[in-house]
């Protein structure tokens, strides 16, 4: 995925996204590696399936950034 694809505001939602995501796996000594990664992430788009669409885009787009 390019930068291109999402506004400059989306771009750093996604990677704040994305951080914060690597940060709670590092802090429970969890894996942090791409797989793991978009595991987590999937895992949150499901759990939050019902959340509002602009969410559920954004974490969609990080997916497509990290997944190996």
Known sequence: ???DVLNEEDYDEV???IGDAVIVL???GRDTRRLALTD???RARH???H???DEQRLLEHAIRLVKP
């Open 40 to 42: 987590v992430l999937q």
């Open 15 to 17: 990677c704040r996204v």
């Open 47 to 49: 759990e939050r399936a």
């Open 51 to 53: 959340s509002e669409r």
């Open 26 to 28: 590092a802090e429970s």
């Open 1 to 3: 995925m390019k930068r």
